[in-house]
């Protein structure tokens, strides 16, 4: 261990620092560019486009140039030609020299990305002579190791570009960026689990309020289905079973550096139940002083 000299105390490193590092990338289509633009809005210096060769030498300078520069948020495109594979290289590089980059993955069904691509007439960066899905296909291979690798992966299918504006917000706000911060989302079983989920829960097990003719057109955010739901037996103690476990296992989450938790919630269209009950699981988690917020995917698709 290396003694400081008297009078001279230790400088800090970039994490004591309070530097913030954000690293974004994820398919073409995806949502980049508004996540990017999102980062600026909370008061991040967003680099786009950026060679990841040349990530450390910008988290560097970020470092050193401190005040808002410490807030830096790093795009990097697949399309650059000096793009690699080994995202995760370059992100143990960082953390080498004491920084502690968040990475974030933009994704969206490839159903959903060929939607995008045509109603805007450009072909995939990677195509070539062949069709979309091609393009798609090989940028997916690409990027296979940067996903697995990510802190969180933001899942745009069903988000228009407020959603998830507000997503990004909720993630990068002012709160203390070190804290696990939980997504406790609700969705229909009929549109698919998401992809991003860490927990998934199955509130189907309660009286659907769909049946109930008076209920059927309201939502789960409504005081009504809500009571309705959460007065149901067995409805109380599975809520308070979850906010339990969460509250056991987040402690440990943060010390093994994930900082983000997603919670996912599903009934049968995502309408009523999943939404009452993430309603209620994020308040109870909130009462016990976590950073949890609410998100509803597939509330009004039906």
């Not at 009504?224 to 599975?238: I, K, M, N, P, R």
């Not at 909130?286 to 950073?291: C, P, T």
């Amino acid at each position: 261990m290396t003694e400081s000299m008297p009078g001279f105390a230790p400088e800090p490193t970039p994490d004591e620092a309070g530097t913030d590092l954000v690293v974004v990338t994820g398919v073409s289509g995806g949502g980049r560019s508004t996540v990017a633009r999102a980062l600026e809005n909370v008061g991040f210096y967003v680099v786009d486009n950026l060679p990841q060769a040349l990530m450390l030498d910008m988290a560097q300078l970020a470092f050193e140039a401190g005040g808002a520069a410490r807030r830096t948020a790093m795009v990097l495109d697949v399309r650059s030609r000096a793009f690699s594979t080994d995202l995760a290289g370059a992100v143990r590089a960082l953390k080498d020299r004491g920084f502690s980059p968040r990475v974030v993955f933009v994704d969206a069904d490839d159903e959903v990305l060929i939607r995008r691509f045509e109603s805007v007439r450009r072909s995939h960066p990677m195509q070539g002579d062949g069709r979309l899905a091609d393009g798609i296909a090989a940028e997916r291979k690409l990027l296979e190791e940067a996903r697995e690798h990510s802190d969180v992966i933001i899942d745009t299918s069903h988000l228009n570009v407020n959603q998830l504006r507000r997503r990004v917000e909720e993630l990068f706000g002012g709160e203390d960026a070190r804290r696990l911060r939980i997504t406790v989302l609700s969705f229909g079983f009929k549109y698919g689990l998401p992809p991003d989920a860490d927990y998934v829960l199955d509130a189907r097990f309660l009286p659907n309020p769909f049946w109930v003719p008076e209920l059927r057109e309201h939502t789960g955010l409504e005081e009504g289905v809500s009571g309705y739901v959460l007065g149901q037996e067995g409805a109380h103690d599975f809520v308070a079973t979850y906010a339990g476990l969460i509250a056991t296992t987040a402690p440990g989450f943060e010390r093994e550096g994930k900082r983000y938790l997603t919670v996912a919630i599903g009934c049968t269209g995502g309408k009523h139940r999943s939404v009452a009950i993430a309603e209620e699981l994020t308040a109870q988690l909130r009462d016990i002083r976590l950073s949890a917020h609410s998100s509803h995917r597939d509330l009004g698709r039906e």
